[in-house]
């Protein structure tokens, strides 16, 4: 059973920064690309950004780049999502997905996580 658990969500002034986790388990994480999306009261779910299963190829849609950055760690089945210079735009619940082919499109990934609440004060 594949499981995807987030942490490191909280409550953060504006222009701080927070870091998220994502730990994985009941698959070969390292032949799947992950991706972080984003969902704000009211909205649809967003990409946020993707990495490939090696970590050589990351993408991240327009509002984060230069502001986030994903990793991973394929010793340890995590995933990570630093967040800095966070805006209050930024307030949204954060999951973590995983899928066997990259991609950028929410509806490509058949794993998901429960979310992480991440609230950006202003």
């Known amino acids: 059973q594949v499981q995807l658990v987030e942490s490191g969500g909280g409550l953060v002034q504006a222009g701080g920064s927070l870091r998220l986790s994502c730990a994985a388990s009941?698959?070969?994480?390292?032949?799947?690309?992950m991706g972080w999306f984003r969902q704000a009261p009211g909205k649809e779910r967003e990409f946020v950004g993707s990495?490939?299963?090696?970590?050589?190829?990351?993408h991240y849609t327009d509002s984060v780049k230069g502001r986030f950055t994903i990793s991973r760690n394929n010793a340890k089945n995590t995933v990570s999502l630093q967040m800095n210079s966070l805006k209050p735009e930024d307030t949204a619940v954060y999951y973590c997905?995983?899928?066997?082919?990259?991609?950028?499109?929410?509806?490509?990934?058949?794993?998901w996580g429960q979310g992480t609440q991440v609230t950006v004060s202003s």
């Open positions: 997905a995983a899928r066997r082919s990259y991609s950028l499109v929410v509806q490509d990934y058949a794993y």
């Open positions: 009941g698959l070969t994480f390292s032949t799947y690309a």
């Open positions: 990495i490939t299963w090696n970590g050589g190829i990351t």
